[in-house]
């Protein structure tokens, strides 16, 4: 059966991480995306993480199974290349994906004259356009000072988190966006231009989650450490020296941990001592610390062995603190036993386990981890299939340097 994006084509011009994932996501599905970079790779081609020869698995993890194209995009033969690449026919392509400015051979209204079909999704800082990175909007956003000890509340520290949340959701976002545009387009005949600013994605999920409006009411949210907020869970360590997460966020959760460790007693004598009802997830908040000096002292009298075997019997929400080391040697979620995981031999990397796509549509086989193309190892294949140029053609401007 075929993929569910088969026969869709796109064009992506991009770097670092929403928009190629996007476009990932979307190769991932079957569609033809096609990489456009300039020659000797864009601006994150040699973005770490990277292999002791220097390839990058940055840029590798995040272009997997798409089409690579390298043009010389100082020459304006490339230029009109890429323009054309673009726009070229085809009822289910005319869709480009770029996190660049919709400037010269990238601009919205130019390509429109060629093809007044175009789908284009350009994914920005900020709604006017402006420079930003997940970084710079995760503190504009004010993450970094509810993350952290909450000790660190009395010196103001700000603290900074590793993973780029805001990019992951707008490449997700990317993706959702050109499929609905597709749709439009399928129904109406229209194409049109899609801007996703990163910052209005970041501003719309803490909208969605509630802070905008707490802080609005006056309710500032305080630091909290690793205990998580208006509910019970945080880290223990068992006897052993192992980390483990326990969470209570439902009622039937609680009751697993408090039945697991023999609590039930304690904690009801704990509610009564406190007026709490302990039932409630606000309230296990409120007496966060309470309930965690009795999850603490029994953790500290089991090992690890015995807190798993206890905790998973009555099916409590709990997982263990692992390394990514730990992961990939350890983890048989994280090995091909799991379906979207397997081995791949990336050029440059070798061979190294690869996630396909978390989808898993029960109407068709799911695609496997495709490797990544090596830089404008498409290239002439894609212009001899969309523009019909021929070999001669192709070796005269791979002589002259445009490709």
């Known amino acids: 059966m075929k993929p569910i994006l088969c026969g869709m084509r796109v064009v992506e011009a991009a770097a670092f991480v929403a928009a190629p994932l996007g476009g990932m996501t979307l190769a991932q599905m079957g569609a033809d995306v096609i990489r456009i970079d300039t020659l000797g790779g864009g601006l994150d081609y040699k973005r770490w993480p990277v292999t002791r020869d220097d390839v ?143 910052e209005d994605v970041a501003l719309a999920a803490v909208s969605h989650l509630g802070l905008i409006a707490e802080a609005q009411l006056g309710q500032q949210r305080e630091r909290h450490g690793n205990e998580l907020f208006g509910a019970f869970g ?15 966020l439902t009622l039937k959760q609680w009751q697993a941990i408090s039945e697991a460790m023999g609590l039930n007693e304690a904690v009801k004598a704990l509610g009564d001592r406190l007026g709490l009802d302990l ?40 997982g263990k603190y692992q390394t990514l080391t730990q992961l990939v040697t350890q983890d048989e979620a994280c090995s091909p036993a799991n379906p979207m995981f397997r081995t791949i031999d990336q050029p440059g990397v070798g061979p190294h386990l690869a996630a396909g796509l978390p989808l898993n549509f029960s109407g068709m086989d799911r695609i496997p981890a495709g490797t990544a193309p090596t830089l404008g190892q498409h290239t002439g294949e894609v212009l001899f299939e969309l523009l019909g140029v021929s070999q001669a053609q192709f070796g005269d401007l791979r002589d002259r340097g445009v490709v």
């Open 234 to 248: 945080r880290d223990f360590k068992t006897a052993d020296g192992e980390r483990v997460i326990v969470v209570g």
């Open 56 to 198: 990058s698995l940055f840029w590798c993890g995040l272009n997997k199974s798409k089409r690579s194209v390298a043009l010389d995009l100082s020459k304006p033969e490339a230029r009109e290349i890429a323009m054309a690449l673009i726009t070229a026919p085809g009822e289910d392509a005319g869709i480009l994906l770029t996190n660049f400015p919709p400037r010269g051979w990238l601009d919205h209204d130019k390509l429109k004259e060629r093809r007044a079909d175009l789908i284009q999704l350009t994914v920005q800082g900020d709604r006017h356009g402006g420079s930003a990175v997940d970084y710079t909007i995760n503190s504009r956003v004010g993450i970094p000072y509810i993350t952290g000890d909450e000790r660190g509340a009395a010196t103001n520290e700000a603290v900074n988190h590793v993973l780029p949340a805001w990019d992951l959701v707008t490449g997700q976002m990317a993706a959702v966006g050109l499929l609905a545009a597709e749709r439009h387009r399928l129904k109406t005949g229209q194409g049109q231009h899609v801007k996703l600013p990163l």
């Open 279 to 318: 039932d409630l997830e606000g309230h296990r908040f409120q007496a966060r610390k309470e309930l965690g000096a009795l999850v603490e002292a029994w953790m500290s009298r089991h090992s690890f062995a015995q807190a798993a075997e206890a905790l998973t019997k009555q099916g409590a929400c709990w």
